[in-house]
């Protein structure tokens, strides 16, 4: 026999509960075999895996719905503990295992290629998995979403994302602001994906209090990123340097994953990117996974693709 324990985020204990637990009870008749028990934000429950796993899962879709809809009423929780359908007609069910995370308003956020879904089964086996592909292929959104499912979870201590800030026909030094301020809109998109995944105030307590870290690639020198869940993205702009300085990074408990397009390379001509030197010489170690994504999985407009398959084809 196993124990879980659940903490409650993005719905209020009496939201999920209902008066006088009528919700609760609800759950608890759901999964007979478990005993669980619910005190404030944190619900503690003990028996087969499987049924924990189920458990999670049905109370993650119950926050998603409640986000969705603004409440959760006794018949909700009902039609989705009975895979029935919910008002406006969609099939609520509990089979959700390929949802890494319930994002804000009740968004589902999953692997929707078969690329993606290898970068999910990668990261589970590997310890440092290289994402590479054009644009929009999804492959920092994914990424992204994995390492908060991990935190969640309590897989890991805290999420670290960092970018290379390579001038990509602009120079920083003529940006106005202080450095936080001329950096943070090379780390735009990271704030994007974390937004769609974790609500506003606790993204702001997770920057606040270094639980979400989001550097330039040069402040990872010097330091052991451990317990944590970390993300290079836009590899192909580190040099071969930051990139060997950025692996050798890595503690006891982590892990790592770089994304990158090395067909969008934005380095002066004279310096070489790391990215293709580290696929060719890790390529056959033990722990490190290679996936490549391509225009099959551009998930933006369509006129992504067409343009992804244009360009390659010069």
Do not use: C, W
Request: proline share 4%; hydrophobic share 40%; charged share 25%.
């Amino acid at each position: 026999m196993n124990e879980k324990k659940i903490t409650l985020e993005d719905i209020s204990p009496v939201d999920l509960y209902g008066i006088n637990d009528s919700k609760l009870e609800l759950i608890k008749k759901r999964f007979p075999k478990l005993k669980i028990v619910a005190r404030g934000e944190t619900i503690k429950a003990s028996g087969d895996d499987e049924d924990l796993n189920q458990l999670e899962m049905v109370i993650n879709i119950l926050t998603a719905y409640y986000n969705r809809y603004g409440n959760l009423t006794e018949n909700a929780v009902t039609q989705i503990l009975g895979g029935t359908t919910n008002r406006t007609g969609e099939t609520i069910t509990t089979e959700g295992d390929d949802v890494l995370v319930f994002g804000n308003s009740g968004l589902m956020i999953k692997a929707r290629t078969e690329n993606q879904r290898k970068m999910v089964d990668s990261i589970y086996k590997n310890d440092i998995v290289f994402a590479i592909g054009p644009a929009g292929t999804g492959k920092t959104y994914t990424a992204v979403a994995l390492a908060v499912r991990a935190l969640k979870n309590k897989e890991v201590k805290k999420i670290i994302l960092t970018r290379p800030a390579v001038e990509a026909g602009e120079n920083l030094g003529f940006l106005p602001g202080d450095l936080k301020e001329k950096l943070d809109p090379y780390m735009q998109p990271l704030y994007d994906a974390l937004g769609d995944m974790i609500a506003p105030e606790k993204l702001s307590y997770y920057l606040e209090n270094r639980v979400i870290q989001i550097a330039p690639l040069a402040f990872m020198r010097g330091r052991t990123l451990d317990n944590a869940f970390v993300i290079l993205d836009e590899a192909q702009n580190a040099t071969e340097g930051q990139l060997k300085m950025f692996l050798t990074r890595m503690g006891s408990s982590a892990k790592f994953i770089i994304t990158g397009d090395i067909t969008q390379i934005d380095l002066p001509k004279h310096q070489p990117s790391g990215l293709p030197q580290a696929i060719k010489l890790l390529k056959n170690v033990e722990g490190i996974s290679f996936i490549q994504l391509d225009g099959s999985d551009v998930i933006r407009h369509k006129l992504v693709k067409k343009i992804i398959e244009i360009y390659d084809a010069k």
